[in-house]
């Protein structure tokens, strides 16, 4: 936008025609993110590897994090009331689109290879599923007989290891592996087309009050966030949380992520649970991939009822919508709710499946 008004104010100061300029066509390639299924075995590894790089590689914003950790981190506090960025509110796919650039740009700038997209595990489809937990990608279900920690893949235990943790108020146990324990209790199944359709059938961004008690037959973001019957909000231990109605279902995103993390056994007064369960999840990489589908989602819901946001103001810093976001801002990123908006102008667009 302001190079257009320079070559106003340059075209004006020369004295040529008062027509205004048409807007300079710079070619705009859109890299593409794919469905993990349809990843040449290149594409995988090229992909992989440059999260182990990121691992390996000190943060630029925190020496004492990995660049990798340094995202865990950031995920991590966006959940502590005083900040309350992310989650359980309306600016939570704004957050995480935003969220996944910042990290695909630090996967191409480790790697040196400037094509690295993060690719998209669409959940509904057995075949993708497969393909991320295959053992050239993600790796597979933990191992029963180990506490269901990974071991195949390239994030396997010994391998691959969870420095950034949970605080103990959340997370007695602590482990330092990935752990998943794939359909247990607490959801037993993946999200399905017609739920993803019903997704796309809500005709509003966002209703007040604007956080997990949103209805979500209204709310397309809470709806597809997936937080159901709740009944108020809580800060326990400095934590955003949520109480709900006895047997509350876990929906959409929140149950992709517990059908990956598990809990068990039922019951238990101290059950274990999987790391994609925890605010930390993002130390399990299959986050990436199902927040690019999270991401595509909306993308499709925009095709269809507009680049709309609510709230456009009246809620706390970083929920509306000409607001900028932490931590974004406070490491010179100013990017506004809105300029999130439109996919095309931040460089990416989705395969068709
Ligand atoms: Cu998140």
Known sequence: ??????????????????????????????????????????????FVNAILKLKATPSPYNPKFSYYDQFVWWHRQAFLCTIGAAHMSSAFLPWHREFLLLFENAL????????????????????????????DFMGGMGVASKNYAVMNGPFRKGKWRLNVVDPKA??????HYLVR??????????????????????????????DAMSNPSESFRNYLEGWRWVKRMTCEDGLMGVVTRKGAP???????????????????????SGTMTLNTSLNDPVFWLHHANIDRIWSQWEALHGEQYQPVSGQRRGQNLNDTMWPYRN??????????????KLGYTYAAP
């Open 331 to 344: 490491v010179g990123i100013q990017m506004t709710i809105k300029d999130t908006l439109d996919i095309s």
């Open 108 to 135: 191409r700038q480790v790697s040196g290879n400037p094509n690295i997209t993060i690719p998209y595990w669409d959940w509904t489809d057995p075949n993708s599923t497969a393909a991320v937990f295959a053992p």
């Open 250 to 272: 876990h929906a959409m995103h929140n149950a992709v992520h517990l059908w990956i993390g598990g809990v068990w056994p039922k019951g238990s007064k101290k059950p274990y």
């Open 181 to 210: 324990n794939f359909s247990t209790f607490v959801r037993r199944n993946l999200p399905t087309t017609n739920q993803v359709a019903r997704a796309l059938g809500r005709s509003k961004y966002d209703v007040g009050p604007y």
């Open 1 to 46: 936008m302001r190079r257009v008004v320079l070559l106003v104010v340059l075209l004006a100061a020369v004295g040529a025609l008062a027509a205004p300029a048409a807007s300079p066509t710079a070619p705009v390639t859109l890299l593409v993110r794919k469905d993990v299924k349809d990843l040449t075995p290149q594409e995988k590894a090229d």
């Open 170 to 175: 959340n997370d007695p146990w602590g482990f």
